[in-house]
Protein backbone atom coordinates (compact mmCIF):
# COMPACT_ATOMS: atom_id res chain seq x y z
CA UNK A 1 0.00 0.00 0.00
CA UNK A 2 1.42 3.13 -0.88
CA UNK A 3 1.99 5.90 1.63
CA UNK A 4 0.82 9.54 1.21
CA UNK A 5 4.83 10.31 0.95
CA UNK A 6 5.66 8.08 -1.41
CA UNK A 7 2.49 9.14 -3.74
CA UNK A 8 3.52 12.66 -3.38
CA UNK A 9 7.14 11.39 -4.53
CA UNK A 10 5.21 9.79 -7.49
CA UNK A 11 3.63 13.17 -8.44
CA UNK A 12 6.74 14.65 -7.99
CA UNK A 13 8.89 11.92 -9.99
CA UNK A 14 5.73 11.63 -12.67
CA UNK A 15 5.97 15.87 -13.40
CA UNK A 16 9.90 15.73 -13.24
CA UNK A 17 9.61 13.51 -15.70
CA UNK A 18 7.19 15.24 -18.04
CA UNK A 19 9.28 18.65 -17.60
CA UNK A 20 12.64 16.51 -18.26
CA UNK A 21 10.75 14.65 -21.44
CA UNK A 22 9.35 18.08 -22.73
CA UNK A 23 12.54 20.10 -22.26
CA UNK A 24 14.70 17.22 -24.50
CA UNK A 25 11.86 16.89 -26.72
CA UNK A 26 12.30 20.52 -27.47
CA UNK A 27 15.97 20.37 -27.82
CA UNK A 28 16.07 17.30 -29.81
CA UNK A 29 12.95 18.66 -32.07
CA UNK A 30 14.24 19.57 -35.53
CA UNK A 31 11.39 21.16 -36.71
CA UNK A 32 11.74 24.14 -34.74
CA UNK A 33 15.74 24.21 -36.26
CA UNK A 34 13.99 25.35 -39.19
CA UNK A 35 12.93 28.64 -39.68
CA UNK A 36 9.20 29.57 -39.94
CA UNK A 37 9.80 32.27 -42.84
CA UNK A 38 13.08 32.60 -44.62
CA UNK A 39 14.19 35.76 -47.03
CA UNK A 40 17.42 34.54 -48.64
CA UNK A 41 19.25 37.85 -51.06
CA UNK A 42 15.37 38.83 -52.27
CA UNK A 43 15.56 41.51 -54.75
CA UNK A 44 12.08 43.12 -56.24
CA UNK A 45 12.02 46.31 -58.58
CA UNK A 46 8.50 48.34 -59.43
CA UNK A 47 9.23 51.13 -62.40
CA UNK A 48 12.80 50.59 -62.05
CA UNK A 49 12.94 51.16 -58.56
CA UNK A 50 14.43 48.74 -56.04
CA UNK A 51 11.77 48.29 -53.06
CA UNK A 52 14.11 45.25 -51.58
CA UNK A 53 17.74 44.90 -52.62
CA UNK A 54 18.71 41.88 -51.62
CA UNK A 55 17.09 41.44 -48.37
CA UNK A 56 18.14 38.79 -46.30
CA UNK A 57 16.54 37.52 -42.40
CA UNK A 58 15.30 34.44 -41.11
CA UNK A 59 11.89 34.47 -38.41
CA UNK A 60 12.61 31.38 -36.23
CA UNK A 61 9.60 29.50 -34.98
CA UNK A 62 7.60 31.18 -31.93
CA UNK A 63 9.59 34.40 -32.41
CA UNK A 64 8.02 37.98 -33.59
CA UNK A 65 10.24 39.59 -35.78
CA UNK A 66 9.00 43.29 -35.43
CA UNK A 67 10.12 45.39 -39.00
CA UNK A 68 10.54 48.78 -38.42
CA UNK A 69 11.18 51.60 -40.77
CA UNK A 70 9.81 54.44 -42.34
CA UNK A 71 6.87 54.79 -45.17
CA UNK A 72 8.01 53.21 -48.78
CA UNK A 73 11.22 51.42 -47.67
CA UNK A 74 9.56 48.14 -48.14
CA UNK A 75 7.83 46.48 -44.76
CA UNK A 76 4.16 45.51 -46.56
CA UNK A 77 6.09 44.24 -49.95
CA UNK A 78 8.04 41.81 -47.50
CA UNK A 79 4.89 40.53 -46.14
CA UNK A 80 3.36 40.15 -49.17
CA UNK A 81 6.45 38.41 -50.58
CA UNK A 82 5.58 35.56 -47.50
CA UNK A 83 2.14 35.20 -48.44
CA UNK A 84 2.97 34.90 -52.48
CA UNK A 85 0.72 37.79 -52.99
CA UNK A 86 3.62 39.11 -54.73
CA UNK A 87 6.69 37.55 -56.37
CA UNK A 88 10.48 38.54 -56.34
CA UNK A 89 12.75 39.44 -59.32
CA UNK A 90 15.72 37.29 -57.59
CA UNK A 91 16.13 35.65 -54.52
CA UNK A 92 13.98 33.18 -52.48
CA UNK A 93 11.45 33.11 -49.80
CA UNK A 94 10.77 29.99 -47.79
CA UNK A 95 8.27 28.94 -45.53
CA UNK A 96 8.36 26.52 -43.01
CA UNK A 97 11.42 25.16 -45.30
CA UNK A 98 9.42 24.97 -48.08
CA UNK A 99 10.88 27.10 -51.36
CA UNK A 100 7.75 28.96 -51.87
CA UNK A 101 9.46 31.77 -54.33
CA UNK A 102 8.18 29.89 -58.08
CA UNK A 103 5.33 28.38 -56.79
CA UNK A 104 1.99 28.84 -58.64
CA UNK A 105 -1.45 30.38 -57.58
CA UNK A 106 -2.62 26.93 -57.05
CA UNK A 107 0.34 25.88 -54.74
CA UNK A 108 0.59 28.98 -53.03
CA UNK A 109 -3.34 28.52 -51.59
CA UNK A 110 -1.75 25.43 -49.21
CA UNK A 111 0.78 27.32 -48.15
CA UNK A 112 -1.73 30.55 -47.27
CA UNK A 113 -3.86 28.05 -45.14
CA UNK A 114 -0.44 28.06 -42.98
CA UNK A 115 -0.12 31.89 -42.39
CA UNK A 116 -3.06 34.46 -40.78
CA UNK A 117 -2.54 37.79 -42.14
CA UNK A 118 -3.96 41.25 -40.40
CA UNK A 119 -3.98 44.31 -43.14
CA UNK A 120 -3.36 47.26 -42.66
CA UNK A 121 -7.31 48.85 -42.35
CA UNK A 122 -8.32 45.39 -41.73
CA UNK A 123 -9.37 44.71 -45.38
CA UNK A 124 -12.63 43.24 -44.32
CA UNK A 125 -15.29 42.21 -47.16
CA UNK A 126 -17.82 45.19 -46.88
CA UNK A 127 -20.48 43.21 -48.38
CA UNK A 128 -20.29 40.80 -45.24
CA UNK A 129 -21.04 40.96 -41.87
CA UNK A 130 -18.59 40.54 -38.66
CA UNK A 131 -19.55 36.92 -38.78
CA UNK A 132 -19.36 36.44 -42.29
CA UNK A 133 -15.74 37.96 -42.85
CA UNK A 134 -14.56 35.65 -39.66
CA UNK A 135 -16.39 32.63 -41.32
CA UNK A 136 -14.92 33.24 -44.81
CA UNK A 137 -12.18 30.91 -44.79
CA UNK A 138 -14.50 28.58 -43.13
CA UNK A 139 -17.24 28.63 -45.54
CA UNK A 140 -14.93 28.15 -48.23
CA UNK A 141 -13.76 25.25 -47.03
CA UNK A 142 -17.93 24.12 -46.99
CA UNK A 143 -17.25 23.43 -42.74
CA UNK A 144 -20.68 22.76 -41.54
CA UNK A 145 -22.47 25.64 -39.97
CA UNK A 146 -22.85 24.56 -36.01
CA UNK A 147 -18.99 24.17 -36.56
CA UNK A 148 -18.68 27.17 -38.06
CA UNK A 149 -20.54 29.22 -35.36
CA UNK A 150 -18.56 27.62 -32.42
CA UNK A 151 -15.08 28.71 -34.21
CA UNK A 152 -16.44 32.23 -35.53
CA UNK A 153 -17.84 32.75 -31.60
CA UNK A 154 -14.26 31.70 -29.81
CA UNK A 155 -12.20 34.15 -32.16
CA UNK A 156 -14.69 37.12 -31.39
CA UNK A 157 -14.42 36.07 -27.75
CA UNK A 158 -10.06 35.75 -28.07
CA UNK A 159 -10.51 39.46 -29.92
CA UNK A 160 -13.26 40.61 -26.76
CA UNK A 161 -15.86 41.60 -30.07
CA UNK A 162 -18.50 38.89 -29.52
CA UNK A 163 -21.13 41.13 -29.11
CA UNK A 164 -20.38 42.94 -32.87
CA UNK A 165 -21.41 39.48 -34.46
CA UNK A 166 -24.13 40.81 -36.76
CA UNK A 167 -22.33 44.48 -37.29
CA UNK A 168 -21.49 44.93 -40.73
CA UNK A 169 -17.83 46.21 -41.11
CA UNK A 170 -19.61 49.92 -42.27
CA UNK A 171 -20.72 50.62 -38.36
CA UNK A 172 -17.48 49.42 -36.45
CA UNK A 173 -14.67 51.83 -35.44
CA UNK A 174 -11.25 51.35 -37.09
CA UNK A 175 -9.90 49.12 -33.59
CA UNK A 176 -12.99 47.30 -33.95
CA UNK A 177 -12.42 46.53 -37.85
CA UNK A 178 -8.38 45.73 -37.24
CA UNK A 179 -9.57 43.14 -34.41
CA UNK A 180 -12.12 41.63 -36.64
CA UNK A 181 -9.24 41.00 -39.00
CA UNK A 182 -7.28 39.73 -36.34
CA UNK A 183 -9.90 37.36 -35.61
CA UNK A 184 -10.04 36.56 -39.22
CA UNK A 185 -7.21 36.06 -39.84
CA UNK A 186 -6.58 33.75 -36.92
CA UNK A 187 -9.24 31.30 -37.93
CA UNK A 188 -8.07 27.34 -38.63
CA UNK A 189 -5.49 28.53 -36.07
CA UNK A 190 -1.89 29.16 -38.03
CA UNK A 191 0.99 28.85 -36.80
CA UNK A 192 2.71 31.88 -38.80
CA UNK A 193 0.66 35.83 -38.78
CA UNK A 194 1.92 38.72 -40.63
CA UNK A 195 0.91 42.43 -38.71
CA UNK A 196 0.94 44.84 -41.73
CA UNK A 197 0.46 47.86 -39.49
CA UNK A 198 -2.02 46.97 -37.24
CA UNK A 199 -2.16 49.99 -34.92
CA UNK A 200 -1.37 52.72 -37.55
CA UNK A 201 -3.66 55.80 -36.85
CA UNK A 202 -5.16 53.71 -33.75
CA UNK A 203 -5.58 55.65 -30.82
CA UNK A 204 -2.86 54.31 -27.59
CA UNK A 205 -5.24 52.12 -25.79
CA UNK A 206 -7.07 50.50 -29.05
CA UNK A 207 -3.23 49.80 -30.01
CA UNK A 208 -1.90 47.91 -26.55
CA UNK A 209 -4.91 45.67 -27.18
CA UNK A 210 -3.61 44.89 -30.58
CA UNK A 211 -0.28 44.64 -29.23
CA UNK A 212 -1.76 42.41 -26.16
CA UNK A 213 -3.39 40.08 -29.25
CA UNK A 214 0.08 39.64 -30.70
CA UNK A 215 1.62 39.13 -27.17
CA UNK A 216 -0.88 36.25 -26.44
CA UNK A 217 0.01 34.27 -30.01
CA UNK A 218 3.92 34.77 -28.98
CA UNK A 219 3.66 33.83 -26.02
CA UNK A 220 0.32 31.39 -25.35
CA UNK A 221 0.12 29.83 -28.99
CA UNK A 222 3.67 29.72 -29.84
CA UNK A 223 2.65 31.31 -33.10
CA UNK A 224 5.72 32.85 -35.60
CA UNK A 225 4.67 36.06 -36.46
CA UNK A 226 5.78 39.25 -38.13
CA UNK A 227 5.00 42.68 -37.21
CA UNK A 228 5.51 45.83 -39.29
CA UNK A 229 4.94 48.54 -37.73
CA UNK A 230 6.81 52.09 -37.24
CA UNK A 231 5.18 53.26 -33.82
CA UNK A 232 7.65 52.88 -30.90
CA UNK A 233 5.13 51.94 -28.63
CA UNK A 234 4.46 48.85 -30.49
CA UNK A 235 8.53 47.98 -29.86
CA UNK A 236 8.05 48.92 -26.23
CA UNK A 237 5.52 46.54 -25.34
CA UNK A 238 6.18 43.47 -27.55
CA UNK A 239 9.82 43.86 -26.89
CA UNK A 240 9.09 44.43 -23.00
CA UNK A 241 6.83 42.52 -22.06
CA UNK A 242 4.83 38.86 -22.00
CA UNK A 243 1.94 37.52 -21.90
CA UNK A 244 1.21 34.18 -19.13
CA UNK A 245 -1.69 33.18 -17.56
CA UNK A 246 -2.30 33.29 -13.77
CA UNK A 247 -3.45 31.13 -11.28
CA UNK A 248 -7.12 31.94 -11.98
CA UNK A 249 -6.75 30.87 -15.34
CA UNK A 250 -6.56 34.92 -16.59
CA UNK A 251 -4.34 36.03 -19.27
CA UNK A 252 -1.90 38.63 -17.33
CA UNK A 253 0.83 40.71 -19.09
CA UNK A 254 3.87 40.90 -17.06
CA UNK A 255 6.83 43.23 -17.78
CA UNK A 256 10.48 41.55 -18.18
CA UNK A 257 12.89 42.23 -15.26
CA UNK A 258 16.19 41.38 -14.05
CA UNK A 259 15.65 37.96 -13.93
CA UNK A 260 14.08 37.80 -17.36
CA UNK A 261 14.94 38.64 -20.66
CA UNK A 262 12.33 38.14 -23.73
CA UNK A 263 14.18 36.24 -26.44
CA UNK A 264 11.76 35.71 -28.41
CA UNK A 265 11.08 39.53 -29.98
CA UNK A 266 13.76 40.54 -32.03
CA UNK A 267 14.33 44.10 -34.71
CA UNK A 268 14.78 44.49 -38.09
CA UNK A 269 14.80 47.82 -39.46
CA UNK A 270 14.80 48.69 -42.82
CA UNK A 271 15.83 51.82 -45.19
CA UNK A 272 15.89 51.77 -48.53
CA UNK A 273 14.91 48.03 -49.18
CA UNK A 274 17.84 46.92 -47.55
CA UNK A 275 18.26 45.90 -43.52
CA UNK A 276 19.89 48.56 -41.66
CA UNK A 277 19.57 47.09 -38.12
CA UNK A 278 18.89 43.20 -37.22
CA UNK A 279 18.91 42.74 -33.57
CA UNK A 280 17.24 43.32 -29.92
CA UNK A 281 15.38 46.07 -28.73
CA UNK A 282 18.42 47.13 -26.30
CA UNK A 283 20.92 46.98 -28.82
CA UNK A 284 19.10 49.43 -31.49
CA UNK A 285 18.39 51.41 -28.60
CA UNK A 286 22.31 51.46 -28.46
CA UNK A 287 22.60 51.78 -31.74
CA UNK A 288 24.74 55.20 -32.98
CA UNK A 289 23.37 54.93 -36.27
CA UNK A 290 22.07 58.25 -37.23
CA UNK A 291 18.99 56.88 -39.13
CA UNK A 292 18.47 54.97 -36.41
CA UNK A 293 18.33 57.11 -34.13
CA UNK A 294 16.58 60.05 -35.80
CA UNK A 295 13.74 57.48 -36.20
CA UNK A 296 13.67 56.09 -32.55
CA UNK A 297 13.81 59.57 -31.49
CA UNK A 298 11.61 61.25 -33.69
CA UNK A 299 14.20 63.98 -34.36
CA UNK B 1 6.12 51.07 -73.47
CA UNK B 2 4.35 51.62 -76.42
CA UNK B 3 0.93 51.54 -77.00
CA UNK B 4 0.74 48.14 -79.66
CA UNK B 5 3.24 46.56 -76.74
CA UNK B 6 0.43 47.76 -74.29
CA UNK B 7 -2.62 46.69 -76.30
CA UNK B 8 -1.28 43.27 -77.00
CA UNK B 9 -0.17 43.03 -73.22
CA UNK B 10 -3.61 43.65 -72.11
CA UNK B 11 -5.43 41.32 -74.32
CA UNK B 12 -3.08 38.69 -73.11
CA UNK B 13 -3.73 39.67 -69.54
CA UNK B 14 -7.55 39.20 -70.35
CA UNK B 15 -7.39 36.08 -72.48
CA UNK B 16 -5.04 34.59 -69.47
CA UNK B 17 -8.16 36.19 -67.17
CA UNK B 18 -10.91 34.22 -69.14
CA UNK B 19 -8.96 31.13 -69.52
CA UNK B 20 -8.53 30.95 -65.21
CA UNK B 21 -12.08 31.49 -64.94
CA UNK B 22 -12.99 29.44 -67.52
CA UNK B 23 -10.78 26.77 -65.58
CA UNK B 24 -12.28 27.42 -62.65
CA UNK B 25 -16.20 26.43 -63.60
CA UNK B 26 -14.96 22.70 -63.32
CA UNK B 27 -13.48 22.61 -59.94
CA UNK B 28 -15.03 22.78 -56.51
CA UNK B 29 -15.87 25.04 -55.03
CA UNK B 30 -18.29 26.15 -57.75
CA UNK B 31 -19.89 29.40 -56.29
CA UNK B 32 -23.01 28.52 -57.62
CA UNK B 33 -25.34 30.99 -55.10
CA UNK B 34 -22.77 33.84 -55.90
CA UNK B 35 -23.36 33.05 -60.06
CA UNK B 36 -27.55 32.87 -59.25
CA UNK B 37 -26.78 36.59 -57.00
CA UNK B 38 -24.91 37.48 -59.95
CA UNK B 39 -27.57 37.28 -62.43
CA UNK B 40 -30.30 38.77 -60.67
CA UNK B 41 -28.46 41.96 -59.87
CA UNK B 42 -27.26 42.26 -63.72
CA UNK B 43 -30.77 40.04 -65.23
CA UNK B 44 -33.73 41.58 -63.33
CA UNK B 45 -31.73 44.80 -61.75
CA UNK B 46 -31.50 45.69 -65.99
CA UNK B 47 -34.60 44.60 -67.09
CA UNK B 48 -37.01 47.96 -66.53
CA UNK B 49 -34.42 49.68 -68.79
CA UNK B 50 -33.85 47.28 -70.77
CA UNK B 51 -38.10 47.50 -71.09
CA UNK B 52 -37.76 51.14 -71.43
CA UNK B 53 -34.83 51.53 -74.54
CA UNK B 54 -36.83 48.47 -76.52
CA UNK B 55 -39.87 49.62 -76.33
CA UNK B 56 -38.92 53.23 -77.30
CA UNK B 57 -36.27 51.91 -79.75
CA UNK B 58 -39.03 50.20 -81.45
CA UNK B 59 -41.39 53.13 -81.67
CA UNK B 60 -38.75 55.41 -82.90
CA UNK B 61 -37.82 53.18 -85.88
CA UNK B 62 -41.61 52.90 -86.79
CA UNK B 63 -41.56 56.81 -86.59
CA UNK B 64 -38.75 57.35 -88.42
CA UNK B 65 -39.25 54.50 -91.48
CA UNK B 66 -43.00 54.88 -91.72
CA UNK B 67 -42.98 57.96 -94.34
CA UNK B 68 -40.18 56.49 -96.25
CA UNK B 69 -41.95 53.57 -96.66
CA UNK B 70 -45.12 55.06 -97.60
CA UNK B 71 -42.99 56.86 -100.28
CA UNK B 72 -42.65 53.69 -101.83
CA UNK B 73 -45.84 52.15 -101.14
CA UNK B 74 -44.29 49.30 -98.81
CA UNK B 75 -46.13 50.27 -95.57
CA UNK B 76 -47.39 46.69 -95.40
CA UNK B 77 -43.23 46.03 -94.79
CA UNK B 78 -43.20 48.07 -91.91
CA UNK B 79 -43.05 45.05 -89.22
CA UNK B 80 -40.70 43.32 -91.31
CA UNK B 81 -38.33 46.57 -91.13
CA UNK B 82 -38.67 46.74 -87.56
CA UNK B 83 -39.00 43.42 -86.51
CA UNK B 84 -36.06 42.60 -88.36
CA UNK B 85 -33.73 45.87 -87.76
CA UNK B 86 -34.24 44.99 -83.81
CA UNK B 87 -33.28 41.17 -84.28
CA UNK B 88 -30.50 41.93 -86.28
CA UNK B 89 -29.06 44.69 -85.13
CA UNK B 90 -30.65 47.22 -82.78
CA UNK B 91 -31.96 44.94 -79.86
CA UNK B 92 -28.25 43.19 -79.36
CA UNK B 93 -25.99 46.53 -79.41
CA UNK B 94 -28.56 48.82 -77.74
CA UNK B 95 -28.82 46.18 -74.57
CA UNK B 96 -25.05 45.49 -74.55
CA UNK B 97 -24.61 49.37 -74.77
CA UNK B 98 -27.42 49.72 -71.71
CA UNK B 99 -25.89 47.36 -69.74
CA UNK B 100 -22.40 47.94 -70.12
CA UNK B 101 -23.58 51.72 -68.63
CA UNK B 102 -25.32 49.67 -65.83
CA UNK B 103 -23.32 46.70 -65.09
CA UNK B 104 -19.71 46.88 -66.46
CA UNK B 105 -19.42 50.49 -65.00
CA UNK B 106 -21.01 48.59 -61.19
CA UNK B 107 -18.29 45.22 -61.83
CA UNK B 108 -14.89 47.70 -62.38
CA UNK B 109 -15.89 49.93 -59.93
CA UNK B 110 -16.82 47.35 -56.96
CA UNK B 111 -13.48 45.05 -57.89
CA UNK B 112 -11.49 47.82 -58.32
CA UNK B 113 -12.56 49.61 -54.77
CA UNK B 114 -11.80 46.25 -53.24
CA UNK B 115 -8.61 46.19 -54.55
CA UNK B 116 -7.48 49.41 -53.32
CA UNK B 117 -8.93 48.67 -50.11
CA UNK B 118 -6.84 45.50 -50.12
CA UNK B 119 -10.13 42.94 -50.06
CA UNK B 120 -8.48 41.29 -53.14
CA UNK B 121 -5.46 40.69 -51.37
CA UNK B 122 -7.10 39.55 -48.44
CA UNK B 123 -8.97 36.96 -50.04
CA UNK B 124 -6.25 35.49 -51.57
CA UNK B 125 -4.39 35.29 -48.37
CA UNK B 126 -7.47 33.35 -46.94
CA UNK B 127 -6.69 31.02 -49.66
CA UNK B 128 -9.72 31.73 -52.04
CA UNK B 129 -9.09 32.51 -55.69
CA UNK B 130 -10.80 35.98 -56.59
CA UNK B 131 -10.87 34.62 -60.11
CA UNK B 132 -12.71 31.79 -59.28
CA UNK B 133 -15.26 34.11 -56.27
CA UNK B 134 -15.84 37.13 -58.23
CA UNK B 135 -14.49 37.00 -62.02
CA UNK B 136 -15.96 33.55 -62.88
CA UNK B 137 -19.67 34.06 -61.59
CA UNK B 138 -19.54 37.57 -62.91
CA UNK B 139 -18.86 36.60 -66.39
CA UNK B 140 -21.40 33.20 -66.23
CA UNK B 141 -24.53 35.67 -64.92
CA UNK B 142 -23.58 38.15 -68.21
CA UNK B 143 -23.91 34.98 -70.78
CA UNK B 144 -26.33 34.22 -69.50
CA UNK B 145 -28.63 37.01 -68.92
CA UNK B 146 -27.82 39.22 -71.71
CA UNK B 147 -29.13 36.84 -74.39
CA UNK B 148 -32.30 36.78 -72.17
CA UNK B 149 -32.35 40.83 -72.07
CA UNK B 150 -31.70 41.17 -75.51
CA UNK B 151 -34.99 38.96 -76.34
CA UNK B 152 -36.80 41.14 -73.50
CA UNK B 153 -35.84 44.24 -75.50
CA UNK B 154 -36.36 42.50 -78.96
CA UNK B 155 -39.43 41.48 -77.97
CA UNK B 156 -40.81 44.77 -76.41
CA UNK B 157 -39.16 46.72 -79.70
CA UNK B 158 -41.53 45.43 -81.85
CA UNK B 159 -44.63 45.70 -79.58
CA UNK B 160 -43.36 49.54 -79.61
CA UNK B 161 -43.48 49.57 -83.08
CA UNK B 162 -46.85 47.56 -83.14
CA UNK B 163 -48.16 50.58 -80.54
CA UNK B 164 -46.94 53.21 -83.35
CA UNK B 165 -47.91 51.97 -86.21
CA UNK B 166 -51.62 50.86 -84.74
CA UNK B 167 -52.23 53.85 -82.49
CA UNK B 168 -50.69 56.78 -84.24
CA UNK B 169 -50.99 55.72 -87.89
CA UNK B 170 -54.05 53.82 -88.11
CA UNK B 171 -52.79 51.04 -89.56
CA UNK B 172 -54.59 47.54 -88.91
CA UNK B 173 -52.65 45.47 -86.05
CA UNK B 174 -52.81 42.65 -88.44
CA UNK B 175 -50.83 44.24 -91.37
CA UNK B 176 -47.75 44.81 -88.79
CA UNK B 177 -48.10 41.70 -87.03
CA UNK B 178 -48.00 39.70 -89.78
CA UNK B 179 -45.44 41.05 -91.93
CA UNK B 180 -43.09 40.28 -88.20
CA UNK B 181 -44.32 36.72 -88.83
CA UNK B 182 -43.51 36.33 -92.29
CA UNK B 183 -40.63 38.10 -92.08
CA UNK B 184 -38.45 36.84 -89.63
CA UNK B 185 -35.93 34.10 -90.33
CA UNK B 186 -34.60 31.57 -88.32
CA UNK B 187 -31.02 33.19 -89.80
CA UNK B 188 -32.26 36.51 -87.67
CA UNK B 189 -32.35 34.86 -84.62
CA UNK B 190 -29.54 32.74 -84.47
CA UNK B 191 -27.69 36.62 -85.06
CA UNK B 192 -29.49 38.04 -82.58
CA UNK B 193 -28.64 35.69 -79.71
CA UNK B 194 -25.13 34.86 -81.04
CA UNK B 195 -23.71 38.61 -81.00
CA UNK B 196 -24.67 39.17 -76.97
CA UNK B 197 -23.49 35.93 -76.02
CA UNK B 198 -20.05 37.29 -77.22
CA UNK B 199 -21.05 40.76 -76.22
CA UNK B 200 -21.44 39.19 -72.63
CA UNK B 201 -18.32 37.83 -73.01
CA UNK B 202 -15.77 41.02 -73.97
CA UNK B 203 -18.21 43.19 -71.86
CA UNK B 204 -17.63 40.94 -68.32
CA UNK B 205 -13.59 40.10 -69.26
CA UNK B 206 -12.89 43.95 -69.95
CA UNK B 207 -15.26 45.27 -66.50
CA UNK B 208 -13.28 42.47 -64.08
CA UNK B 209 -10.00 43.07 -65.94
CA UNK B 210 -9.95 46.66 -65.39
CA UNK B 211 -11.49 46.73 -62.24
CA UNK B 212 -8.96 44.22 -60.81
CA UNK B 213 -5.77 46.24 -62.53
CA UNK B 214 -7.16 49.68 -60.45
CA UNK B 215 -4.47 51.29 -59.01
CA UNK B 216 -3.98 54.91 -57.42
CA UNK B 217 -6.15 54.86 -54.64
CA UNK B 218 -10.46 55.80 -55.21
CA UNK B 219 -8.86 58.20 -57.96
CA UNK B 220 -7.92 54.81 -59.88
CA UNK B 221 -11.57 53.41 -59.05
CA UNK B 222 -12.86 56.51 -60.84
CA UNK B 223 -10.42 55.97 -63.52
CA UNK B 224 -10.58 52.13 -63.84
CA UNK B 225 -14.60 52.47 -64.48
CA UNK B 226 -14.31 55.04 -67.10
CA UNK B 227 -12.02 53.06 -69.01
CA UNK B 228 -14.36 49.70 -68.46
CA UNK B 229 -17.19 51.71 -69.75
CA UNK B 230 -15.52 53.46 -72.69
CA UNK B 231 -13.44 50.13 -73.51
CA UNK B 232 -16.54 48.00 -73.36
CA UNK B 233 -19.05 50.72 -75.49
CA UNK B 234 -16.29 50.58 -78.16
CA UNK B 235 -15.76 47.06 -78.33
CA UNK B 236 -18.98 45.83 -78.13
CA UNK B 237 -19.51 48.66 -81.33
CA UNK B 238 -16.71 47.18 -83.34
CA UNK B 239 -17.39 43.76 -82.62
CA UNK B 240 -20.52 43.92 -83.84
CA UNK B 241 -19.66 45.00 -87.31
CA UNK B 242 -17.54 42.14 -87.40
CA UNK B 243 -19.93 39.71 -85.82
CA UNK B 244 -22.32 40.78 -88.52
CA UNK B 245 -20.43 40.19 -91.44
CA UNK B 246 -18.74 36.89 -89.68
CA UNK B 247 -22.08 35.51 -89.17
CA UNK B 248 -23.98 36.84 -93.04
CA UNK B 249 -20.77 34.33 -94.08
CA UNK B 250 -21.17 31.32 -91.74
CA UNK B 251 -25.38 31.44 -92.02
CA UNK B 252 -24.54 31.90 -96.18
CA UNK B 253 -26.93 35.35 -96.18
CA UNK B 254 -24.05 37.32 -97.87
CA UNK B 255 -25.51 39.08 -100.92
Redesign the interface.
Known amino acids: MMTQDSIDQGIDNQVSAQAADSTFREVDDTERAIPAIEFRNVTIEFDGRKVLNDLSFKVMKGETKIILGGSGCGKSTTIKLVLGLLKPDSGQVLVDGEDVTNYSEVQMMNVRKKIGMIFQEGALFDSLSVYDNVAFKLHEQGVPEEDVENEVRRMLRFVNLEQAMDKMPAELSGGMRRRVGIARALVGDPKIVMFDEPTAGLDPPTARTICELAMKLRDLEDVSSIFVTHEMNNLDYLCSEYAVVNEAGEVVFEKEGEKLCLINSKVLMMSDGQVIFSGTDESIRRSEDPYIQKFLRGH | MNIFTRLLLELQEMALLVGRAAAGLFRK ?1 RYLPETLAQMDSIGVGSTTIIILTGFFTGAVLTLQTYQTLASYGAVDQLGYLVSVSLIRELGPTLTALMVTGRVVSAISAELG ?1 MVV ?3 I ?9 PIRKLVAPRIVALVITLPLLTIIADAVGIVGGWAVSTWLYGLPSSMFTGSVRNGIQTDDIIGGVVKPLVFALLMGTIACHKGLKTEGGTVGVGRSTTSAVVTASIIVIIADFFLAKALQIILGTTP
Open positions: PSSEQDAMRALGTD
